[in-house]
């Protein structure tokens, strides 16, 4: 099966602005694009570059190629059945406007074929609208249109929290 998802914003700031937000993926203090508050943060082994391995929760990639400031391209390593990439490239339309995009383009294989469009499509895309809101928050001071998480996102959520709390229980009673 294969998955051709994509998300832009047009931001009304220099391309130079919104590129800047690309450097910054690392899931640390500084990431302004990632929504790690609301979201599993991002993580790398080294800092942003072509070589540095890392992912959110499950998801996991490894960078393949970086042009600071414009482009960044992530290859899946996990899991398993996720073949293809995810990107994020900052392109101006003129002076003052750019577009802020992620591209995923995957094929999908074995349980893969059940999990992403059950349980990661509704995500992804609730987590990449959250990106793009930090993003146009972080050049223009506001959001025109707040993304808002779907029903069954919410539901969604809502189960992994149930289903996280007895394992976190056990982590801090120092059983796990």
């Avoid at 998955?3 to 130079?16: C, D, F, M, P, T």
Wanted: aromatic letters at 10%; a neutral charge; proline letters at 5%.
């Amino acid at each position: 099966m294969g998955v051709y998802n994509v998300h832009e914003r047009l931001i009304g700031a220099k391309q130079s602005e919104v590129g800047a937000l690309i450097d910054t993926l690392s899931g640390g203090e500084d990431d302004r694009l990632w929504p790690g508050h609301l979201w599993e943060e991002m993580e790398f082994d080294r800092p942003l570059g072509v070589g540095a391995v890392g992912g959110h929760g499950p998801v996991r990639y490894t960078v393949v190629a970086y042009v600071p400031g414009t482009w960044v391209r992530f290859a899946f390593t996990g899991p398993r059945g996720f073949h293809g990439f995810h990107e994020y490239t900052a392109l101006a339309v003129d002076a003052e406007r750019t577009v802020l995009r992620h591209t995923l383009a995957m094929s999908v294989s074995g349980v893969s074929r059940l999990t992403w469009p059950l349980a990661f499509r509704s995500g992804h895309d609730a987590v990449l609208e959250d990106s793009l809101d930090r993003a146009e928050l972080a050049c223009t001071g506001t959001i025109a249109r707040p993304a808002r998480w779907s029903p069954y996102v919410r539901f969604l959520r809502s189960l992994e929290r149930l289903l996280s709390r007895p394992a976190q229980a056990q982590a801090q009673a120092g059983r796990v």
